[in-house]
Protein backbone atom coordinates (compact mmCIF):
# COMPACT_ATOMS: atom_id res chain seq x y z
CA UNK A 1 0.00 0.00 0.00
CA UNK A 2 1.58 3.37 -0.69
CA UNK A 3 1.25 6.49 1.30
CA UNK A 4 1.39 10.04 0.65
CA UNK A 5 -0.47 13.19 -0.20
CA UNK A 6 0.69 16.27 -1.49
CA UNK A 7 -1.25 19.07 -0.05
CA UNK A 8 0.02 22.75 -1.27
CA UNK A 9 -0.25 25.21 0.81
CA UNK A 10 1.11 28.84 0.52
CA UNK A 11 3.37 28.27 3.36
CA UNK A 12 5.00 24.82 1.37
CA UNK A 13 5.04 26.68 -1.57
CA UNK A 14 7.77 28.80 -0.01
CA UNK A 15 9.70 25.56 0.76
CA UNK A 16 9.63 23.43 -2.17
CA UNK A 17 10.23 26.74 -4.54
CA UNK A 18 13.09 28.07 -2.57
CA UNK A 19 14.99 24.80 -0.97
CA UNK A 20 17.69 25.33 -3.19
CA UNK A 21 18.19 28.73 -4.35
CA UNK A 22 21.78 29.95 -3.21
CA UNK A 23 20.73 33.84 -2.58
CA UNK A 24 18.21 32.19 0.39
CA UNK A 25 18.24 29.25 2.89
CA UNK A 26 14.01 28.05 3.60
CA UNK A 27 13.81 24.88 5.48
CA UNK A 28 11.13 23.16 7.86
CA UNK A 29 12.50 22.49 11.15
CA UNK A 30 11.49 18.80 12.72
CA UNK A 31 9.07 20.49 15.35
CA UNK A 32 7.17 22.09 12.29
CA UNK A 33 8.76 25.41 12.50
CA UNK A 34 10.04 27.00 9.99
CA UNK A 35 13.45 28.94 9.84
CA UNK A 36 14.25 32.01 6.74
CA UNK A 37 16.82 34.25 5.62
CA UNK A 38 15.77 36.77 3.47
CA UNK A 39 17.79 38.12 0.64
CA UNK A 40 17.66 42.15 0.26
CA UNK A 41 16.72 43.11 -3.19
CA UNK A 42 19.31 44.42 -5.31
CA UNK A 43 18.98 46.53 -8.64
CA UNK A 44 17.65 44.37 -11.79
CA UNK A 45 16.45 41.80 -9.42
CA UNK A 46 12.78 41.11 -8.53
CA UNK A 47 11.61 39.29 -5.13
CA UNK A 48 10.73 35.68 -6.15
CA UNK A 49 7.24 33.77 -4.16
CA UNK A 50 7.96 33.28 -0.81
CA UNK A 51 10.97 35.04 -0.42
CA UNK A 52 14.32 35.03 -2.17
CA UNK A 53 15.63 37.48 -5.17
CA UNK A 54 16.74 36.88 -8.74
CA UNK A 55 17.07 38.55 -11.63
CA UNK A 56 14.55 38.34 -14.80
CA UNK A 57 16.67 36.98 -17.35
CA UNK A 58 17.56 34.13 -14.65
CA UNK A 59 13.66 33.59 -13.83
CA UNK A 60 11.90 34.85 -17.01
CA UNK A 61 8.23 33.24 -15.52
CA UNK A 62 9.43 34.70 -11.86
CA UNK A 63 8.12 30.97 -10.69
CA UNK A 64 10.44 30.73 -8.17
CA UNK A 65 12.73 28.13 -10.36
CA UNK A 66 15.95 29.39 -12.43
CA UNK A 67 16.01 29.22 -15.94
CA UNK A 68 19.18 26.99 -15.51
CA UNK A 69 16.89 24.61 -13.72
CA UNK A 70 14.44 24.54 -15.38
CA UNK A 71 16.60 23.64 -18.28
CA UNK A 72 17.80 21.11 -16.43
CA UNK A 73 14.55 19.86 -14.87
CA UNK A 74 12.75 19.43 -19.12
CA UNK A 75 9.84 22.22 -17.60
CA UNK A 76 9.64 25.32 -20.06
CA UNK A 77 11.39 28.75 -18.34
CA UNK A 78 8.99 31.24 -19.75
CA UNK A 79 5.57 29.21 -18.31
CA UNK A 80 5.46 29.64 -14.69
CA UNK A 81 5.04 25.71 -13.31
CA UNK A 82 4.12 24.90 -9.42
CA UNK A 83 6.35 23.56 -7.11
CA UNK A 84 5.18 19.52 -7.53
CA UNK A 85 5.61 19.75 -11.31
CA UNK A 86 8.57 21.25 -10.48
CA UNK A 87 9.81 18.89 -8.04
CA UNK A 88 8.58 15.55 -10.47
CA UNK A 89 10.17 16.70 -13.29
CA UNK A 90 13.52 17.92 -11.51
CA UNK A 91 13.34 14.33 -9.87
CA UNK A 92 13.36 12.64 -12.73
CA UNK A 93 15.86 14.58 -14.51
CA UNK A 94 18.63 14.01 -11.71
CA UNK A 95 18.15 10.38 -11.32
CA UNK A 96 18.68 9.76 -15.21
CA UNK A 97 21.91 11.65 -15.07
CA UNK A 98 22.71 9.55 -11.68
CA UNK A 99 21.98 6.39 -13.84
CA UNK A 100 24.19 7.74 -16.75
CA UNK A 101 27.11 8.12 -14.05
CA UNK A 102 26.39 4.29 -12.63
CA UNK A 103 26.46 3.09 -16.08
CA UNK A 104 29.97 4.97 -16.67
CA UNK A 105 31.36 3.63 -13.24
CA UNK A 106 29.95 0.27 -13.73
CA UNK A 107 31.93 0.07 -17.16
CA UNK A 108 35.06 1.61 -15.91
CA UNK A 109 34.90 -0.99 -12.38
CA UNK A 110 33.22 -3.97 -14.83
CA UNK A 111 36.10 -6.41 -14.13
CA UNK A 112 36.47 -5.44 -10.14
CA UNK A 113 34.42 -7.49 -7.68
CA UNK A 114 31.50 -4.84 -7.02
CA UNK A 115 30.74 -3.04 -10.01
CA UNK A 116 28.98 -0.81 -8.37
CA UNK A 117 30.18 2.52 -5.77
CA UNK A 118 30.68 2.78 -2.46
CA UNK A 119 27.81 5.38 -2.26
CA UNK A 120 26.90 8.15 -4.95
CA UNK A 121 29.20 10.80 -3.68
CA UNK A 122 31.80 8.64 -5.13
CA UNK A 123 30.47 9.57 -8.43
CA UNK A 124 31.07 13.20 -7.91
CA UNK A 125 34.72 12.74 -6.45
CA UNK A 126 35.11 10.64 -9.69
CA UNK A 127 33.96 13.26 -12.11
CA UNK A 128 31.24 11.62 -13.36
CA UNK A 129 28.38 13.87 -11.68
CA UNK A 130 27.82 17.16 -10.36
CA UNK A 131 27.33 17.82 -6.92
CA UNK A 132 23.95 19.53 -7.62
CA UNK A 133 22.90 16.36 -9.20
CA UNK A 134 22.49 14.85 -5.91
CA UNK A 135 20.00 17.20 -4.10
CA UNK A 136 16.52 18.47 -5.30
CA UNK A 137 14.13 21.22 -4.37
CA UNK A 138 11.52 18.95 -2.85
CA UNK A 139 13.81 18.32 -0.13
CA UNK A 140 13.74 21.27 2.08
CA UNK A 141 17.08 20.25 4.15
CA UNK A 142 19.23 19.81 1.16
CA UNK A 143 20.45 16.17 1.62
CA UNK A 144 20.82 16.39 5.76
CA UNK A 145 19.19 14.13 6.28
CA UNK A 146 19.40 11.76 3.68
CA UNK A 147 17.42 10.07 1.03
CA UNK A 148 14.36 9.45 3.67
CA UNK A 149 12.83 12.33 5.58
CA UNK A 150 13.45 11.57 9.52
CA UNK A 151 9.62 11.50 10.13
CA UNK A 152 8.66 9.15 7.72
CA UNK A 153 7.51 5.50 9.22
CA UNK A 154 9.63 4.30 6.58
CA UNK A 155 12.62 5.27 9.22
CA UNK A 156 11.15 2.37 11.54
CA UNK A 157 12.85 -0.14 8.78
CA UNK A 158 15.45 1.75 6.92
CA UNK A 159 17.66 3.00 9.74
CA UNK A 160 19.55 6.16 9.43
CA UNK A 161 23.46 4.64 9.65
CA UNK A 162 21.67 2.69 6.29
CA UNK A 163 21.47 6.67 4.75
CA UNK A 164 24.06 8.66 2.82
CA UNK A 165 24.41 12.17 4.20
CA UNK A 166 24.26 15.13 1.43
CA UNK A 167 22.45 13.67 -0.91
CA UNK A 168 18.08 14.04 -1.62
CA UNK A 169 18.21 10.13 -2.82
CA UNK A 170 18.50 7.14 -1.18
CA UNK A 171 20.97 4.35 -2.78
CA UNK A 172 20.21 0.95 -2.62
CA UNK A 173 23.59 -0.54 -3.36
CA UNK A 174 25.93 1.02 -0.85
CA UNK A 175 28.28 -0.15 1.32
CA UNK A 176 26.36 0.85 4.76
CA UNK A 177 25.01 -1.91 6.77
CA UNK A 178 21.35 -3.01 5.65
CA UNK A 179 19.04 -3.02 8.62
CA UNK A 180 15.75 -4.73 6.35
CA UNK A 181 15.95 -8.24 6.82
CA UNK A 182 14.17 -9.80 3.59
CA UNK A 183 14.01 -13.23 2.94
CA UNK A 184 17.13 -15.14 2.58
CA UNK A 185 19.06 -12.47 3.88
CA UNK A 186 22.89 -13.09 4.02
CA UNK A 187 23.34 -12.80 7.74
CA UNK A 188 24.30 -9.94 10.27
CA UNK A 189 26.52 -7.48 8.71
CA UNK A 190 25.60 -7.22 5.24
CA UNK A 191 25.71 -4.25 3.55
CA UNK A 192 23.13 -2.92 0.76
CA UNK A 193 24.96 -4.06 -2.42
CA UNK A 194 25.42 -7.24 -1.29
CA UNK A 195 21.44 -7.56 0.24
CA UNK A 196 20.42 -6.05 -2.61
CA UNK A 197 22.26 -8.30 -5.16
CA UNK A 198 20.72 -11.25 -3.41
CA UNK A 199 17.07 -10.24 -4.08
CA UNK A 200 17.71 -8.84 -7.21
CA UNK A 201 18.81 -12.26 -8.10
CA UNK A 202 16.82 -14.38 -5.44
CA UNK A 203 13.40 -12.34 -5.89
CA UNK A 204 11.20 -11.86 -2.93
CA UNK A 205 8.53 -13.29 -0.83
CA UNK A 206 6.68 -9.92 -0.94
CA UNK A 207 5.06 -10.64 -4.88
CA UNK A 208 6.38 -14.40 -4.47
CA UNK A 209 8.88 -14.36 -7.23
CA UNK A 210 11.02 -16.48 -5.38
CA UNK A 211 14.17 -17.96 -7.17
CA UNK A 212 13.19 -16.08 -10.07
CA UNK A 213 15.47 -12.97 -10.79
CA UNK A 214 13.91 -9.17 -10.79
CA UNK A 215 13.60 -7.66 -14.74
CA UNK A 216 16.49 -5.28 -14.46
CA UNK A 217 13.82 -2.53 -15.41
CA UNK A 218 11.94 -2.91 -12.32
CA UNK A 219 14.86 -3.39 -9.54
CA UNK A 220 15.33 0.10 -8.35
CA UNK A 221 19.09 1.33 -7.39
CA UNK A 222 18.37 4.80 -6.55
CA UNK A 223 15.19 6.31 -4.95
CA UNK A 224 13.44 9.40 -4.35
CA UNK A 225 11.29 9.79 -1.19
CA UNK A 226 10.78 13.52 -0.47
CA UNK A 227 8.49 14.28 -3.45
CA UNK A 228 5.01 14.09 -1.09
CA UNK A 229 7.45 16.03 1.45
CA UNK A 230 6.32 17.74 4.08
CA UNK A 231 2.06 17.11 4.84
CA UNK A 232 2.26 13.39 4.38
CA UNK A 233 5.22 12.71 6.75
CA UNK A 234 3.30 9.60 8.46
CA UNK A 235 1.02 6.45 7.07
CA UNK A 236 -2.10 8.22 8.99
CA UNK A 237 -3.70 11.44 9.39
CA UNK A 238 -3.24 13.18 6.07
CA UNK A 239 -6.04 10.67 3.93
CA UNK A 240 -5.36 7.39 1.94
CA UNK A 241 -3.12 8.21 -0.55
CA UNK A 242 -0.01 6.67 -0.58
CA UNK A 243 3.28 7.41 -0.67
CA UNK A 244 4.94 7.87 -4.29
CA UNK A 245 8.47 6.90 -4.58
CA UNK A 246 10.30 7.99 -7.87
CA UNK A 247 12.99 5.17 -8.84
CA UNK A 248 16.20 5.05 -10.75
CA UNK A 249 16.41 0.67 -11.88
CA UNK A 250 19.07 -0.89 -11.83
CA UNK A 251 19.51 -0.77 -15.98
CA UNK A 252 20.54 2.76 -14.93
CA UNK A 253 18.54 3.99 -17.99
CA UNK A 254 14.29 3.60 -16.71
CA UNK A 255 13.29 5.71 -14.16
CA UNK A 256 9.82 4.64 -13.14
CA UNK A 257 7.05 5.85 -10.12
CA UNK A 258 6.20 3.09 -7.59
CA UNK A 259 4.43 2.98 -3.95
CA UNK A 260 6.80 2.67 -1.12
CA UNK A 261 6.83 -1.09 -1.33
CA UNK A 262 8.19 -1.12 -4.92
CA UNK A 263 8.20 -4.86 -4.67
CA UNK A 264 4.12 -4.72 -4.87
CA UNK A 265 4.43 -2.01 -7.62
CA UNK A 266 6.64 -4.77 -9.82
CA UNK A 267 4.48 -7.18 -9.21
CA UNK A 268 0.99 -5.30 -10.43
CA UNK A 269 3.66 -4.41 -13.47
CA UNK A 270 4.26 -8.32 -14.40
CA UNK A 271 0.99 -9.37 -13.87
CA UNK A 272 -0.76 -8.01 -16.62
CA UNK A 273 0.01 -6.76 -20.27
CA UNK A 274 -1.29 -3.54 -19.70
CA UNK A 275 -0.01 -0.69 -17.52
CA UNK A 276 -1.47 -0.34 -14.39
CA UNK A 277 -2.90 2.99 -13.64
CA UNK A 278 -1.95 3.83 -9.07
CA UNK A 279 -4.07 3.22 -6.50
CA UNK A 280 -5.24 6.16 -4.50
CA UNK A 281 -7.07 4.11 -1.76
CA UNK A 282 -10.71 4.87 -0.29
CA UNK A 283 -10.05 8.42 1.30
CA UNK A 284 -11.07 10.82 2.34
CA UNK A 285 -8.54 12.93 1.44
CA UNK A 286 -7.77 15.89 3.71
CA UNK A 287 -6.99 19.61 3.51
CA UNK A 288 -6.85 22.61 5.47
CA UNK A 289 -8.77 25.08 4.92
CA UNK A 290 -7.55 27.36 1.54
CA UNK A 291 -4.66 24.70 0.73
CA UNK A 292 -4.99 22.52 -2.38
CA UNK A 293 -5.26 18.98 -2.68
CA UNK A 294 -2.33 17.31 -5.08
CA UNK A 295 -0.96 13.98 -6.28
CA UNK A 296 1.13 12.30 -9.02
CA UNK A 297 -0.27 9.90 -11.08
CA UNK A 298 1.57 7.03 -12.93
CA UNK A 299 1.62 4.00 -14.28
CA UNK A 300 3.20 1.01 -12.25
CA UNK A 301 6.38 0.13 -13.90
CA UNK A 302 6.53 2.25 -16.86
CA UNK A 303 8.97 4.59 -17.26
CA UNK A 304 8.61 8.67 -16.56
CA UNK A 305 8.97 9.53 -20.41
CA UNK A 306 7.08 6.61 -21.81
CA UNK A 307 3.53 8.01 -21.83
CA UNK A 308 0.90 10.68 -21.03
CA UNK A 309 -2.28 10.69 -19.02
CA UNK A 310 -5.31 13.28 -19.97
CA UNK A 311 -7.92 13.85 -17.85
CA UNK A 312 -10.85 12.40 -20.08
CA UNK A 313 -13.57 13.89 -17.07
CA UNK A 314 -14.08 15.27 -14.05
CA UNK A 315 -13.13 18.42 -11.92
CA UNK A 316 -9.22 19.64 -11.49
CA UNK A 317 -5.97 20.32 -12.79
CA UNK A 318 -4.00 17.82 -14.82
CA UNK A 319 -0.46 19.75 -15.12
CA UNK A 320 1.69 16.32 -16.77
CA UNK A 321 1.64 13.95 -13.74
CA UNK A 322 0.56 16.05 -11.20
CA UNK A 323 -3.00 16.11 -10.78
CA UNK A 324 -4.10 19.18 -8.59
CA UNK A 325 -7.95 20.09 -6.96
CA UNK A 326 -8.88 23.31 -4.96
CA UNK A 327 -11.71 22.29 -2.53
CA UNK A 328 -14.13 24.46 -1.39
CA UNK A 329 -18.18 25.47 -1.40
CA UNK A 330 -19.58 24.03 -4.36
CA UNK A 331 -16.93 21.14 -5.13
CA UNK A 332 -18.37 18.58 -6.03
CA UNK A 333 -17.54 16.01 -2.96
CA UNK A 334 -16.47 12.93 -3.68
CA UNK A 335 -14.48 13.45 -7.15
CA UNK A 336 -15.21 11.65 -9.83
CA UNK A 337 -12.17 11.24 -12.23
CA UNK A 338 -11.46 9.61 -15.36
CA UNK A 339 -8.14 9.35 -16.37
CA UNK A 340 -6.41 8.38 -19.49
CA UNK A 341 -3.16 6.90 -19.71
CA UNK A 342 -1.63 7.68 -23.79
CA UNK A 343 1.44 5.87 -25.49
CA UNK A 344 2.49 6.18 -28.78
CA UNK A 345 1.08 3.23 -30.77
CA UNK A 346 -1.14 2.04 -28.23
CA UNK A 347 -4.62 1.91 -27.21
CA UNK A 348 -5.19 4.16 -23.97
CA UNK A 349 -5.94 2.96 -20.29
CA UNK A 350 -8.58 4.15 -18.85
CA UNK A 351 -8.61 4.46 -14.59
CA UNK A 352 -12.06 5.93 -12.52
CA UNK A 353 -11.24 7.63 -9.72
CA UNK A 354 -13.91 8.19 -6.77
CA UNK A 355 -12.47 10.37 -4.22
CA UNK A 356 -14.34 11.68 -1.05
CA UNK A 357 -12.58 14.60 0.20
CA UNK A 358 -13.04 17.07 3.80
CA UNK A 359 -11.68 20.13 4.89
CA UNK A 360 -10.15 19.25 8.28
CA UNK A 361 -8.31 22.10 10.84
CA UNK A 362 -4.74 21.82 12.16
CA UNK A 363 -2.91 20.20 9.17
Not at 284 to 289: E, F, I, K, T, V
Request: aromatic share 8%; net charge negative.
Amino acid sequence: MMRHLLVTSAVYLAVYCLAALPATTCAQAPGGAQTSAATAEKPGEVNLPGGGTATPAEDRDRDGFSDAEEALAGTDPKIPDSPAVFAWAEAVAKLRRIGAALERYSLAHKDAPRSMPPDLTTLVREGLLEAQMLTCHCDPYHGEQGGIPDSYDTQRIIKPESEEPETSFFYEFSSRPCTVLLPRHPGKGADWYTVKMRQLEMGSVVDGRRRQPYPKSLFPSVRCFWLDYPHYAKRVGYGTVPITVLNLAIDFRTVYASSDAWEVTAASAQAGALPVLRELGPGPLRAGAGESISFPLWAGGMDAGAGTFRLRSGTGRLDGAIYSFGPGPGAPNPLVLMVEYLRVGEAPVAREYTIPWTIADGL
